[in-house]
């Protein structure tokens, strides 16, 4: 299995909204078993034991948009079906403090997810949307996207990222589908 989480490289966008998918990576390399990196021009990746597990986990360096760049690098470096794949990244049509776990669907507003379908040529990929909406009314949306959490936020995100990870046990040890069962209904008590 490979879990890509998406996000931009660099300190400038570290705690801005679209690197949801990276601080989810950040949050799973915390509580697993480094075995080794792997630092490619293209992404940086982590074979990690986590839950009895032994997986790879993901950053594209390919800035947002060209997700599916670095992820086209990935399935040839190692041989990998779309069956094994997991994507996580922000989604501002969810409210902050939710998550949402999908087998298939569109990349609805989201250009990184996007360049990931392109590349698979297909909607049938499991993915971890984590939210980060509502957009503000008036607010230009890559304005929106790439601005910072709040500290009020990052703690509502914190506790989120622990709810992503217990869905990641779930998947490892029951299923996507029981996952789904169980945390597309939970939300974080944000007041």
Do not use: C
């Not at 409210?95 to 360049?115: Q, V």
């Amino acid at each position: 299995m490979v879990i890509i989480g998406l996000g931009n490289p660099g300190p400038r966008y570290l705690f801005t909204r679209h690197n949801a998918g990276f601080l989810y990576i950040d949050a799973l390399l915390e509580h697993s078993e480094v075995l080794e990196s792997v630092d490619h021009k293209l992404f940086q990746a982590w074979r990690v034991f986590f839950e009895g597990k032994e997986f790879h986990a993901v950053k594209p360096l390919t800035y947002m948009n060209l997700s599916g760049v670095a992820l086209s690098a990935l399935k040839d470096l190692w041989n990998l079906d779309n069956d094994s794949l997991m994507v996580v990244y922000d989604d501002f049509d969810l409210p902050l403090g939710r998550i949402r776990l999908r087998k298939k669907g569109s990349a609805g507003h989201h250009k990184g997810m996007l360049s990931i379908l392109n590349v698979l040529q297909t909607d049938e990929v499991k993915r971890i949307r984590i939210g980060i909406g509502p957009k503000p009314p008036g607010v230009d949306m890559a304005e929106y996207v790439l601005s910072e959490f709040s500290e009020s936020e990052m703690e509502i995100l914190a506790k989120v990222m622990d709810i992503a990870l217990e869905a990641t046990r779930v998947i490892l040890k029951e299923g996507f589908d029981k996952a789904m069962s169980i945390y597309n209904s939970i939300e974080v008590v944000t007041g």
